[in-house]
């Protein structure tokens, strides 16, 4: 049997490989210590279950409209006005199976074989392969930690081309943690304006977890308004990973072309995380808030031991629960047999000397940082950062 040629541009995630490797070390009882995948570690608050639960009472067990339940809808409006001052209508916003298929929807619905679109690195995994699905060509501009791996104007002007037609980039960023300000997305907007054939699409999943204050939205620029897709969901900012959720806002045009597609992959997201999604955005946010101070914690420990272990350079993320450190200097060593080439053999040296997951960051399109979630709890970094102190001191140059 031969498979469809187009696989052949879809790769695993190595975020997803890494958690199997773990899993495949913890079946045989070693103490693996997984900072590989991106998932909070506190359940979903109590009152968003119990939204749920009353929802399946109230007999919300059917199928729902394909775009999202209307309720649902306008709880999305009134939190993007509330929290982002960003003005949405119903037909401007479509709710789907978790934030990768809205984006998904965006790709598809816009991109066609040879279209460029440009793409910031490091980056989140799954942009790459949703272009080379849809025939496009990947531009890639890399913004070095240096920089806090934030892209500047001018790189984003000598990138552009007349194939260029979308942009994709998230802040809160994964894998950095990097937070664009006003002033960055203002620059980086005056670029865009130049430019009406491009879409941006901007990635805010990890919007509630910003520790350096107000989040910004690229949306919030007139000029830019039809057509900007802001992408968010319910997974990072309230523990609600399993639920499935994610919505995107931004043109009528391109909101009823994603209806289109997804009516014929999976038609509209799960009833009873609608119902509970309604509760989650209309309530108080006191219970993710408290997410993010632990995480917070959590950061300013990971930050700091990183910072102690010689050869270690790291940004200082004000957002997302990740730190993405740059292990270059590393490469070139080796120990009891383990030889360090290159970041992937660094993460495997991690994870079978010191028994702790981490991603490679070739697999963001930044082959000299690995990325770690801290989004675990303060023992479990305590001794992470520990093992891994240990075993990058037993690293020597040949």
Request: aromatic share 8%.
């Amino acid at each position: 049997m031969q498979l469809a040629q187009r696989l052949n541009s879809v790769t695993e995630p190595q975020t997803i490989m890494m958690a199997k490797l773990s899993r495949e070390l913890k079946a045989k009882g070693i103490n693996v210590i997984d900072l590989s995948l991106g998932e909070p570690d506190f359940k979903t608050p109590e009152h968003i279950c119990t939204a749920a639960t009353n929802a399946m009472a109230e007999g919300y067990t059917k199928y729902t409209p394909v775009a999202g339940m209307p309720d649902l809808l306008d709880a999305i409006s009134v939190k993007l006005k509330r929290d982002n001052n960003l003005d949405y209508a119903r037909n401007e916003i479509i709710v789907s199976t978790g934030a990768k298929q809205s984006l998904a929807n965006a790709v598809l619905c816009l991109i066609d074989p040879d279209d460029e679109v440009i793409i910031p690195t490091p980056f989140w995994v799954t942009y790459a392969s949703l272009v080379n699905l849809a025939g496009g060509k990947v531009k890639y501009i890399n913004c070095g930690i240096d920089n806090d791996f934030k892209l500047r104007p001018e790189q984003l002007e000598a990138a552009i081309t007349p194939k260029t037609k979308m942009f994709i980039f998230s802040s809160p960023c994964n894998p950095t943690g990097s937070v664009y300000s006003k002033a960055e997305l203002a620059a980086l907007a005056e670029v865009f304006k130049k430019y009406p054939r491009i879409v941006v699409v901007s990635d805010e999943i990890y919007e509630y977890i910003n520790y350096n204050g107000k989040h910004e939205s690229i949306a919030q620029f007139i000029e830019l308004r039809d057509r900007v897709l802001v992408v968010n969901g319910m997974s990072k900012g309230f523990a609600m990973t399993g639920w499935r959720l994610g919505y995107m806002a931004g043109p009528k045009e391109i909101v009823q072309a994603c209806d289109k597609l997804q009516a014929q992959f999976t038609s509209g997201a799960n009833s009873i995380t609608q119902r509970a999604s309604i509760t989650a955005l209309l309530s108080s946010l006191e219970p993710s808030m408290k997410m993010v101070v632990a995480f917070k914690e959590r950061r300013d420990y990971v930050v700091g031991a990183l910072e102690k272990m010689n050869g270690v350079k790291t940004n200082h993320p004000e957002g997302a629960f990740y730190a993405f450190p740059d292990i270059s200097s590393f490469f070139g060593s080796s120990y009891n047999g383990h030889v360090i080439n290159n970041d992937n053999d660094l993460s495997m040296y991690l994870l079978n000397e010191a028994h702790v997951a981490t991603v490679c960051g070739s697999a963001f399109g930044e082959g000299n940082c690995i990325r770690l979630s801290f989004a675990t709890s303060m023992p479990n970094l305590v001794e992470a950062m520990s093992r891994m102190s240990a075993a990058l001191d037993k690293l020597v140059k040949a």
